[in-house]
């Protein structure tokens, strides 16, 4: 299985060793990758000792495109084809609408309750599909929608691919920020 980078630190979970232990699941991890993601960082945003919420966002939108959307609207993202005019409606109130989001019913990853945000302040970013498979060389049908969780704005507690997981240059990108924030 190839890795997957999400983790939460007031949880105290990384993904790939919940897997592990848990499901008996075997991440392969590879040193190389990491140093890689790593290095196009650094090379990105320069070398710091710990990175920021809007560091990981800047990083993002200057290596990927990626852009900020409302978390609650996350299904108006998913797809091209499910573009439409937006309202204020949220389409997600809950946790629990995005299987995706969280293992054992939300434990490791709380954002929304009832159609508001949690404690846990949210940075929802879309990556489209096009150009991933440009940038990547990778078959994407779907964006990639990926979340980024701080507690006082600046430090990140928390990162997750929503949809569109197992792009192993963002998973060694999760991986690295969770090292280095």
Not at 80 to 99: H, N, Q, V, Y
Not at 133 to 151: P, T, Y
Request: glycine share 6%; proline share 1%; hydrophobic share 40%.
């Amino acid at each position: 299985m190839m890795f997957i980078g999400a983790f939460n630190k007031k949880n105290n979970f990384c993904d790939s060793k919940w897997a592990n232990e848990k499901l008996g699941l075997q991440y392969t991890f590879d040193e190389r990758l990491l140093e890689k993601a790593g290095d196009h960082i650094k090379r990105l945003l320069g070398d710091k000792q710990a990175y920021t919420v809007q560091d990981a966002y800047k990083y993002f939108h200057i290596a990927y495109g990626a852009y900020q959307i409302d978390y609650r609207q996350f299904y108006n993202y998913c797809h091209t084809e499910k573009a439409k005019f937006l309202d204020d409606k949220p389409t997600i109130d809950s946790d629990k609408d995005i299987e995706l989001l969280a293992e054992e019913g939300g434990s490791f990853f709380s954002y929304l309750a009832g159609g508001k945000f949690t404690d846990e302040k949210v940075i929802a970013l879309v990556i489209d599909s096009y150009v991933l498979g440009e940038l990547l060389d990778v078959d994407c049908a779907d964006n990639l929608i990926l979340v980024i969780g701080s507690f006082d704005e600046k430090i990140i507690n928390s990162m997750k691919v929503i949809l569109n997981p197992n792009i192993s240059q963002i998973e060694y990108a999760l991986e690295f920020f969770r090292l280095h924030s």
